[in-house]
């Protein structure tokens, strides 16, 4: 268990002189370090970016159901998830860091999350999403891109991004209080797919003060991805299929 990193080669001595570890299999370093000392490892993990999140012990499928703006009939839509995670980020004062479960209790609140772009999502999760769901990356003509988005099970028409997990009516983000919330919440199922690495995430991740409603509410199972009979925790190499 730890967190791979993106370290180039020629700076592979000093990723190794801070504790990273080499994993062949993966071809890849990994820091297997107490969580609280990611930190030393901030370069590689905000390489890209100056706010990001790691995923602990699980990430999420959370699937509900809406009519389809063209047809009309019923149709699945589907979003990701993050539980218990780490925040790292840099505001210009340098690398800084919160593990959540400092604030609230682990296994309490569940943010929804997605990404227009698949290449993000692991390749495990991806092909599972892309057999069981109607998920692909398509031209959306609201925002003159290709994005990855729910798509209609009966039309196929484009469910767009924005509309189902931004809007306060949508069906996946739980933007609803007292009975309203409890009747969303519960429409919903959550699908818990346990983690045995860390995973940093580029995914855009949506806080909000309902987020243990996903829990409280709805239907949650476990979904195993790991192939390995004795470990319910699907790796990061088999994540990535490496
Ligand atoms: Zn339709």
């Known amino acids: 268990m730890g967190l791979f990193l993106n370290v180039p080669y020629e700076e592979k001595d000093e990723a190794k002189a801070l504790g990273a570890k080499w994993n062949p299999r993966a071809r890849k370093w990994y820091a297997d370090v107490p969580r609280q000392d990611y930190l030393k490892f901030a370069k590689w993990i905000l390489r890209d970016t100056d706010n990001t999140v790691i995923a602990t012990e699980y990430i999420f499928i959370v699937e509900g159901q809406r009519s389809c703006w063209n047809c009309g009939r019923s149709t699945r839509l589907v979003g990701l998830g993050i539980g218990e995670h780490i925040h790292m980020f840099d505001d210009g004062d340098g690398p800084q860091f919160e593990i959540m479960e400092d604030y609230v209790d682990a296994g309490e609140e569940l943010h929804l999350a997605w990404t227009d772009r698949e290449d993000e999502i692991p390749p495990k999760v991806r092909k599972y999403l892309k057999e069981k769901y109607s998920v692909k990356t398509g031209y959306s003509k ?85 192939s390995d009979p004795e470990n319910d925790y699907i790796s990061y190499e088999e994540l990535y299929d490496l």
């Open 142 to 226: 609201t925002i003159h891109r290709d994005c990855f988005a729910n798509h209609c099970d009966h039309c196929g028409a484009l469910q767009g991004n924005f509309f189902v997990f931004q809007e306060t009516d949508s069906p996946l983000n739980l933007m609803a209080e007292g009975d309203e919330l409890i009747k969303r919440a519960s429409k919903l199922k959550v699908f818990m797919i346990p983690i045995d690495d860390d995973l940093q995430l580029n995914w855009d991740v949506g806080f909000g003060s309902t987020d243990y409603a996903y829990f409280k509410y709805g239907h949650c199972e476990e979904l195993i991805l790991s």
